[in-house]
């Protein structure tokens, strides 16, 4: 076994969203909510919504891609492929397989890690273990969702809250100073049931009744899950701070999960941190859950919030009730980001073809996709029939 490296640092960044945009406005006319309500209680304003041709493997490749440019890397020089998500292409095959044939990687490892809106994290810390045991030297850890397919657009206690997105970092072994500094993560299964999705398991397969039953769609107790995360979130961060031996004080930027502005400022306060140096683009793409994280880390270094030797907290949480939290020092170029410019879903090798005759597209969405003004005005859908018309 090779010699394990001193340091593991994020040497590739990227993400990927959507272009196709569902606002506040757009919800008004599907449930009864106001965009008032919603941006007061949670911040959002809109999310992306994947379009037909595309999945959770799709946009997890194209943040994979531009995270392996941004290091200067090729796709071969990746040993290992982990994607976090809770929206898989399929059961099996895994995302992370797919993912390796559309970046062109023949040497990789690849499997999907099952931690929710906390896969990104668990997939980080996964990948740390890899490459500080000396068992690979670089990593790509994916965080994507296409959450849009597991929506109930009926329901506007949750349909408000949840967006389609990927984001991805590459790890790779150095000697040099900086890295991963603390890693905690924690599982409560007292909460398992206050956010999940009932069917499609071997628990519940489905079947006409659970279909019925709007079981295929996500379900969440609100307010509890809320209380539930302020209270990890800060218990998390604190452990991995301790681990980093590092003061909040000593932390450039926390990168929270952007499940609600409500719940991030609730994070801030219970930790006494200022808001300024906390990242926030909950308000352009709702909760994104795996790849809540990376893609916010994107947009953060891309804004310029974050250079060589600043130390980041990431921290994030979700169904299990699963937390995690990152304490580490970046050491990149944040102007490596170029190297990505023109990598997009042209560039990765998924042939869409294998969908039909099935639309994943939400037949709910379909006006806001035609452009129409309202569910009304929008033409019946004509294309392949949905899943969950
Ligand atoms: C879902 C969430 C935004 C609801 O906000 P809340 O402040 O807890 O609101 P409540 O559920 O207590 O409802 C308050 C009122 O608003 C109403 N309401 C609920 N959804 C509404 C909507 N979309 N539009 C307008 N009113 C709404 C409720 O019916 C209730 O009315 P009432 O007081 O007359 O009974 C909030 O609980 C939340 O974000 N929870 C965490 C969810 C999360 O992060 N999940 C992901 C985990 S990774």
Same mark, same amino acid.
């Not at 929206?87 to 895994?94: E, F």
């Given at each position: 076994m090779p010699r394990s490296p001193s340091g593991v640092h994020v040497t590739g960044w990227g993400a990927y969203a959507p272009s196709l945009k569902l606002t506040n406005a757009h919800l008004e006319q599907m449930v009864d909510t106001n965009d008032e309500w919603i941006v007061t209680r949670t911040g959002i304003r809109e999310r992306r919504i994947a379009g037909p041709d595309e999945t959770t493997a799709s946009m997890a490749a194209v943040a994979g891609l531009r995270a392996i440019a941004t290091a200067g890397l090729?796709?071969?020089?990746?040993d290992l492929i982990i994607v976090g998500t809770l929206?898989?292409?399929?059961?099996?095959?895994?995302t992370a397989a797919l993912v390796k044939g559309a970046i062109g990687n023949k040497r990789a490892a690849a499997f999907d890690l099952g931690a929710a809106c906390s896969g990104f994290i668990y997939g980080y810390a996964t990948a740390h273990a890899y490459v500080a045991a000396g068992m690979a030297k670089n990593v790509l850890v994916i965080g994507a969702e296409t959450l849009s397919r597991a929506t109930?657009?009926?329901d506007r206690g949750t349909c408000l809250l949840f967006g389609d997105a990927a984001g991805a970092v590459v790890l790779s072994a150095s000697?040099?100073?900086?890295?991963?500094?603390g890693i905690e993560m924690t599982t409560e299964p007292?909460?398992?049931?206050?956010?999940?999705? $009932? &069917?499609?398991? +071997?628990a519940r397969p489905s079947c006409d009744a659970t279909l019925e039953a709007r079981e295929h769609y996500m379900k969440m107790k609100g307010s509890e899950t809320f209380k539930m995360a302020v209270r990890t979130l800060g218990s998390t961060s604190q452990a991995s701070l301790a681990k980093a031996g590092?003061?909040?004080?000593?932390?450039?930027?926390v990168v929270p999960h952007q499940a609600n502005i409500r719940i991030i400022e609730g994070l801030a306060k219970s930790l006494g941190?200022?808001?300024?140096r906390v990242f926030v683009n909950v308000d352009c793409y709702g909760n994104t859950s795996a790849a809540s994280v990376p893609l916010a880390l994107s947009e953060a270094v891309a804004s310029g919030r974050v250079k060589q030797g600043d130390k980041l907290l990431l921290v994030a949480f979700g169904s299990g009730l699963t937390s995690g939290a990152i304490t580490f020092e970046w050491t990149a170029d $944040? &102007?490596?980001? +170029?190297?990505?410019?023109?990598?997009?879903?042209?560039?990765v090798k998924i042939?869409?073809?294998?969908?039909?005759?099935?639309?994943?597209?939400?037949p709910a969405l379909e006006w806001v996709r035609s452009g129409a003004a309202s569910p009304a005005a929008a033409q019946p859908p004509t294309r392949r029939e949905s899943h969950n018309a």
């Open positions: 090729q796709p071969d020089d990746i929206t898989p292409d399929y059961p099996m095959p895994s109930d657009f009926t000697d040099e100073p900086g890295g991963t500094m007292s909460g398992a049931y206050l956010i999940w999705l $009932p &069917a499609g398991g +071997a590092l003061e909040l004080e000593d932390i450039d930027l941190f200022p808001m300024e $944040p &102007a490596n980001a +170029a190297r990505a410019d023109g990598i997009g879903p042209e560039s042939a869409p073809g294998y969908l039909e005759p099935v639309n994943p597209f939400p």
